[in-house]
């Protein structure tokens, strides 16, 4: 079975300071990992995704993620927020062996501060 | 690149009528085809997914059925809707070990 925490359901920083979203899965496979934006009222939008190959990710927008199977975590980052980051976030798992269906975070709100 | 259409965009619908909602895919073929249902303030529960024509797999018990009448065609539909239906629903397509893509999203609001 495959599960994903997403440590904070909030987060606020300041415009042009980092940014950074927790996410810990549990996967009994290697799992592709993923990263998806969400603004009010939208669809989801792919930021970035981890398929076994380079462990650093870098995704759209200067967000990256870092694949650590030792901490079970894929946290995702951005050195500097802008006030367009503001929007719900997910992290995402899917598996192979699973139909590839994928099991959602329960997300993560980031707001940015001026 | 592969495109989903979902609609409608926003609907408001009274307790007890049906439901129907569609989402097509184009720019792909044999596609894993998903509905999901976002509840405010929640994460994405995945409510049926199909690996084929005719193929749906329920995930949770609920008020709604799933059908895939043609290989990128996937309809959520309902005979009597609840109040606990409303919440943003989307339609996602992948194929396996892939990112998926989605829809725009259908807001229901059941009155």
């Known amino acids: 079975a495959q599960s994903v925490t997403q440590l904070d359901s909030h987060v606020s920083v300041s415009e042009g300071t980092p940014v950074l979203l927790r996410c810990n899965y549990s996967s009994s496979y290697s799992p592709s990992l993923f990263w998806y934006v969400q603004h009010p009222n939208k669809g989801l939008q792919l930021l970035l995704k981890?398929?076994?190959?380079?462990?650093l990710v870098k995704g759209i927008n200067g967000f990256e993620a870092e694949f650590k199977k030792s901490e079970t975590s894929f946290h995702l980052t951005k050195p500097s927020a802008h006030m367009s980051d503001a929007a719900e976030y997910f992290c995402v798992v899917s598996e192979l062996t699973n139909a590839g269906k994928s099991t959602f975070g329960d997300g993560t709100t980031l707001t940015v501060k001026p | 690149s592969q495109t989903i259409h979902q609609w409608p965009a926003t609907l408001v619908q009274p307790v007890g009528s049906p439901l129907s909602l569609e989402c097509t895919v184009e720019g792909t073929s044999n596609p894993n085809l998903y509905w999901y249902r976002q509840a405010a303030g929640r994460g994405l529960q995945l409510l049926f997914y199909s690996v084929g024509i005719g193929q749906i797999s329920s995930e949770v018990p609920q008020n709604l059925s799933a059908s895939r009448p043609q290989d990128r065609q996937f309809i959520l539909s309902s005979k009597k809707l609840l109040l606990s239906d409303s919440g943003f629903y989307l339609c996602a397509a992948s194929h396996t070990n892939t990112e998926a893509f989605f829809g725009q999203g259908t807001r229901l609001t059941v009155v």
């Open positions: 981890y398929t076994s190959a380079a462990t």
